[in-house]
């Protein structure tokens, strides 16, 4: 086969192959490297944004742990807001929310909120601290979950246990709760929750919520990965050991918490969070929750037992790798075209066998790159035989080369056969993309080391004089700066703060230079304040000078000045200088390190903030300590002198006592005096009251004393006390008397009589003074005896028999006894009730009512004859028990009143009821009878409901129910009015319907309610007597089973169909049968329908939504009705009329039935 193919093919086909060979050896190897190193960056850049956001979220967490540690130390908390920390516990809620604190308590939490008031409740108090200490809402709780008090007040009653075991975890240690998602607001929230102990020894619990939708932010920041990376938070379930991710996803945000189980061997993406949980590192490969290869990092937060995974898809983060495939083919195409090319050129230009490059061509397209041949020929044989060479001489030093680049070798030397050799240049390209991006990784992974170890330095401070020592040496190291300076921001003085060098090191020693600059001042000023970095080589000649013993004195190349910045606030800056210029990578890792370096300087200060309290205290207690010494030693030196006064003063004690004990006394008979005596300022404040004030009106001398009263007179009563100050000062020589009420300290108002004298010329007193005494019960005793001289008054003017019964004895009965006995009262009083001459069975029936007086202090009544001189009588008789001031049961007001007429009258009305209702009844059977059975319908419609309700006895609205071969005639009528006059409305309605269809054979639903306008309109007479607007509504349905057919016709009354699902109504015409003739009434329309099993239809009397009830004591509606159908109509209609039945009665609750209730329902 060989020996057909022409020379010119084969220098083709072996230029290609070589060209082939070449490329694609290049390729792979360029490829896998690349592949490598993009994944190892991925990796390194996962690992970063997993510390970062792990280091947040601890961060987070942390600040919560702080805030009840806070709470936890809070003496308000503990002592629960009481005036008396050590409150008996027998009353937890009385204990936490009740009075202020003692005046001599110093409070732990005047630290948080100095501005909180003694008096507050508890839930304000929690509220001041939710604000300050940045929380979300604040729960404070009884061991068992019992709120005690919240900032939600959506929080009440007993607070459910999050995941089943907070409550008692926390009360060991601080536990952060299940992450739980709100339904409604669509967040997620977690409890931080702390036990704390008060005063009493009761055991509490502090929930603090927190709304994660905040910190959830940071995870939607998807900077560095691509479209397809996300981070991930997850949970492990204490009690079931599954895994619950706790954070919104990437591809579905709305999602619920989803939960993954360990143990389930088919869920690989589980996987990557287990070893996190137990303190290792995930894997770099792993399998996503879509089942995509991905690279992942995974971080562990400690304190709210959370793991945090950020992932990639593999797919992507290859991408980029993959991107040179195309690069690679279209170099691999460019080539073979131009060897093609080239090789066509040569061919041609043969002519005969070329024997003397045969072998040398041979060993070529073997792939073997042969020495160059011997003596050429001048012709064009020998120039091609030269250039063969030259071109195999080529290909092994592209061979050489791309093998060298394959071993890492990029700085081998290599030169193109010329500016237009395609192949070398591209060998070239790619050597000069490897070596970039080597240097590129290379450089990365410095900063990330440096990063790393710097990170070790900063944990083994906590001074920032000891710090900056240590990172300018390190750094100088680093990025071979010769001096370096580390400044801190001093904000002693918040509205000048200055820059202060605290370490400076140059030629690896320690310098000792002092120097401060304010903000804007000098280069470093300048980057504090512009918050920017700035590198500068052009140094001015005055601006630092390095001395070296070697060098002598030299000025810095270059200046490197870069802030410290977190938060948006400068904590302090670094100042390098160097002899040659810094390079964009050392620029780059000192920028770096400033963001670590200023979260490290923010923490020590409020380190050093606190040590530094922490010393003041520890200093100000030793001084404390030393005064103390010094107030012992001076006491000794008192006690000395005071038993030298002792001797001397005794007799002083004995003339003191005396007046003591005179003082005693007056003070026992002032405070129990039956009056207040109080001396006012001329501004009518209290400079003096009597201590009877706190026996009569409940308040403290020292509660009154300073202040005015006015404010506990009672509204009605202000202008009266200040009547008394305007007539004293008008009058000083008179007294004044004036009666008015007075809140007393519990609450309530007493009469207060006050007299009131101006003693202001008085120098002993200077002022108002006046007695007040309590005249409550005086007025109470006063108005009870007008109240019995009206209620004399009144019985003796009364028309019932009132009698009042003491013990046994009759005390008062009104004249109105002389009418039923024709004796005078005075016969009966003070005589006992069983001697007095009355018939024994009123004073059996007197007796009996009193008795149950006597057992139960209420009011009792009862009904008894009552035999007098008119004859016999009926009486109704009302026992009202009368108590005096101990409550106690005193006597029983008997009233009788005489109801023998009413008493007719009822019995009347009862016999006339009897007729009535026995007529009502009969109409009933009589309607019963006429009325369909329901075997017959249920027969024709097996699958059919009548919910029928009458309102009274008989019914205004009735089913109609007609047969005639395969056509079924159903309708719903509804008369005018309910009771009897609809029931005989309702009579007219069912003869006529009959006689239209039975005897008249009239079938079309709408010509049937045309006749039967027609009857019911002659019937009544309604076309001669307009004054007579009786008529009816109706709902009539024609149907056809073997056809499927429905024909309708209504008036006022709609039919509602559920077809496949989708409801339909047809309404009926907007007038009705009967009630005279109106203005544009038509005939009435016929409706027919098509349906199909499953379908169903729908029609009642306006009883059903007309009825009032629900909360508002609205209609039920036809709205409501037609979501009701929609909701049964693919149930069975026996189970449907129980739902239409319940909904409808639950409706109506207890208000009154509205009208006749009839509902059909038929499903086909």
């Known amino acids: 086969m060989m020996k057909s193919i022409n020379i010119s093919t084969k220098i083709t086909l072996l230029i290609l192959a070589i060209s082939l060979v070449a490329v694609a050896a290049i390729s792979f190897f360029s490829f896998d490297y690349h592949l490598k190193a993009n994944q190892e960056k991925f990796a390194t850049n996962l690992g970063v944004i997993a510390d970062n956001r792990a280091a947040y979220f601890s961060n987070y967490f942390e600040r919560a742990g702080t805030a009840i540690k806070i709470l936890q130390n809070s003496d308000r908390v503990k002592g629960g807001g009481s005036a008396a920390a050590a409150a008996p516990a027998a009353d937890d809620m009385a204990a936490l929310m009740g009075g202020a604190p003692a005046p001599d308590a110093v409070s732990g939490d005047t630290v948080l909120n100095t501005s909180v008031s003694t008096d507050q409740s508890m839930s304000d108090y929690l509220s001041s601290q939710k604000y300050v200490l940045g929380v979300d809402e604040i729960t404070l709780t009884s061991a068992t979950g019992a709120v005690l008090a919240s900032t939600d007040p959506a929080v009440k009653g007993n607070l459910v246990d999050p995941d089943g075991v907070t409550f008692d975890r926390a009360k060991s240690n601080l536990y952060f709760s299940a992450i739980l998602r ?77 939960l993954l189980d360990p143990k389930d061997p088919k869920d690989k993406f589980v996987a990557a969070f287990t070893p996190v949980f137990e303190g290792k590192n995930a894997p770099v490969q792993g399998v996503d929750y879509h089942g995509h290869d991905v690279l992942q990092a995974g971080r562990k937060i400690n304190l709210a037992n959370l793991a945090l995974l950020v992932k990639i898809d593999k797919e ?110 591209s060998l070239i390209n790619m050597r000069n993309n490897l070596i970039e991006n080597e240097r590129r990784d290379k450089e990365r992974n410095w900063i990330v080391r440096g990063v790393a170890e710097i990170s070790e330095i900063l944990r083994m401070h906590d001074s920032t004089d000891e710090l900056g020592e240590d990172v300018i040496k390190f750094i100088l190291a680093k990025i071979g700066a010769i001096q370096g300076a580390f400044y801190i921001v001093n904000d002693d003085d918040p509205k000048h703060p200055v820059i202060e060098i605290r370490a400076s090191h140059a030629y690896s020693r ?112 030793n001084e404390l300590k030393e005064k103390q010494e010094v107030l012992r030693q001076n006491a000794e ?68 004393i300073g202040r005015s009263d006015i404010d506990k007179v009672h509204p009605d009563h202000r202008d009266t006390f200040r009547e008394i100050f305007r007539k004293m000062k008008a009058s000083p020589e008179e007294e004044v008397t004036m009666q008015y009420e007075y809140r007393a300290k519990d609450g309530s108002f007493m009469w207060i009589e006050s007299t009131g004298r101006n003693l202001m010329s008085n120098q002993a007193i200077h002022g108002f003074i006046l007695n007040s005494r309590d ?97 016999k009588r009926v009486m109704q008789v009302n026992a009202i028990p009368e108590f005096d001031e101990s409550n106690k049961l005193e006597s029983v007001l008997v009233v009788s009143h005489d109801i023998t007429e009413r008493k007719m009258i009822e019995l009347e009305i009862q016999n006339k009821n009897k007729k009535i209702t026995e007529s009502i009844n009969y109409a009933k059977r009589i309607q019963n009878a006429i009325l369909p059975n329901s075997r017959v319908i249920n027969k024709a419609l097996p699958d059919s409901f009548i919910l029928y309700k009458p309102r009274d006895v008989v019914s205004g609205d009735f089913p109609w129910f007609v047969q005639i071969k395969d056509d079924i005639f159903i309708a719903a009528v509804d008369c005018t009015g309910h009771g009897v006059p609809g029931a005989l409305l309702s009579l007219i309605g069912y003869f006529l319907l009959n006689d239209i269809v039975r005897s008249r054979k009239i079938t079309e639903p709408g010509k049937i309610l045309d006749l039967l306008d027609e009857g019911v309109t002659t019937t009544l007479r309604q076309d001669e007597d307009a004054t007579t607007k009786d008529g009816m509504d109706i709902a009539l349905c024609k149907i056809n089973m073997a056809a ?116 059909i329902g038929i499903k086909f």
């Not at 910190?215 to 492990?236: H, M």
């Not at 080589?537 to 910045?565: A, F, K, M």
């Not at 005596?677 to 403290?700: C, F, H, M, N, Q």
């Open 182 to 258: 709100d339904k409604t607001k669509k967040n997620y929230y977690t409890y931080a929750v702390g036990a704390v102990t008060d005063n009493a020894g009761a055991q509490h619990l502090i929930f603090i919520k927190l709304d994660l939708n905040v910190p959830y932010k940071v995870l939607k920041s998807y900077q560095g990965l691509g479209t397809t990376g996300e981070v991930i938070i997850a949970r492990e379930d204490p009690m079931s050991r599954k895994i619950a991710l706790v954070s919104p996803l990437r591809s579905d945000t709305t999602a619920a918490i989803q």
């Open 316 to 425: 992507e983060a290859d991408g980029q790798a993959s991107d040179l495939t195309a690069l690679f083919v279209y170099a691999a195409l460019c080539i073979l075209a131009l060897s093609t090319l080239l090789a066509m050129m040569f061919s041609r230009s043969l002519t005969r066998p070329l024997y003397g490059m045969r072998n040398t061509l041979g060993l070529v397209a073997q792939g073997v790159l042969p020495e160059s041949s011997g003596e050429k020929s001048g012709d064009e044989f020998g120039q091609m035989s030269t250039k063969v060479d030259e071109l195999v001489q080529a290909l092994k030093n592209s061979a050489d080369f791309a093998q060298r680049i394959g071993e890492g070798k990029y700085d081998t030397a290599f030169k193109p056969a010329s500016d237009n050799d395609i192949l070398g240049m």
């Open 1044 to 1159: 499927g057919e429905v024909e309708y016709a209504g008036a006022h009354r709609p039919l509602y169909i559920m077809k496949n699902g989708v409801m339909d109504e047809v309404k009926g015409n907007k007038f009705p049968i009967g009630g005279g003739i109106f203005k544009n009434q038509t005939n009435f329309t016929n409706t027919k329908i098509k349906l199909e099993k499953g379908d169903s239809i729908y029609f009642s009397s306006d009883g059903f939504p007309d009825q009032f009830g629900g909360t508002e004591g609205r209609k039920f509606g036809p709205k409501r009705t037609r979501e009701i159908i929609e909701q049964v109509h693919k149930l069975p209609m026996q189970t449907a009329m129980n739902t239409f039945d319940e909904q409808w009665e639950g409706w109506r609750g207890d208000t009154k039935q509205t009208d006749d209730v009839l509902l």
């Open 637 to 704: 030196e008192m006690q000395a002198t005071q038993e030298e006064l002792q001797r001397s003063n005794q007799k002083l004690e004995e003339q003191i006592e005396e007046v003591n004990r005179t003082q005693s006394r007056m003070q026992l008979l002032l405070e129990n005096a039956s009056e207040v005596i109080t001396i006012y300022e001329e501004d009518e404040s209290i400079r003096y009251i009597s201590p009877s004030v706190e026996s009569i009106l409940g308040y403290g001398q020292k509660e009154m």
């Open 510 to 621: 320690k310098k000792y230079l002092k120097g401060k600059f304010k903000f804007a001042e000098g280069l470093v000023g300048q980057a504090a304040a512009e918050k920017d970095t700035i590198l500068r080589t052009e140094i001015p000649s005055e601006y630092v000078t390095i001395t070296s013993g070697i060098l002598g004195d030299q000025r810095p190349r270059c200046i490197l000045i870069v802030p410290l910045i977190t938060n948006e606030e400068v904590y302090g800056v670094l100042e390098f200088a160097g002899f040659q210029k810094f390079d964009p990578s050392q620029v780059n890792f000192v920028k770096e390190l400033s963001l670590i370096l200023a979260r490290t300087i923010f923490n020590i200060k409020v380190n050093e903030r606190t040590r530094k309290l922490l010393a003041e205290s520890q200093e100000m207690s």
């Open 775 to 871: 005249i409550t019960e005086r007025r109470r005793a006063e108005q009870e005896q007008r109240m019995r001289s009206k209620m004399q008054a009144l019985s003796e003017n009364s028309l019932d028999l009132i009698t009042r019964l003491e013990g046994e004895s009759i005390s008062y009965i009104n004249p109105v006894i002389e009418e039923y006995t024709g004796k005078k009262p005075a016969s009966f009083l003070n005589q006992k009730v069983k001697e007095v001459e009355l018939d024994s069975s009123i004073l059996e029936g007197w007796l009996k009512v009193v008795e149950e007086v006597n057992n139960t202090n209420e009011k009792a009544s009862a009904e008894m004859d009552f035999a007098s001189e008119m004859g």
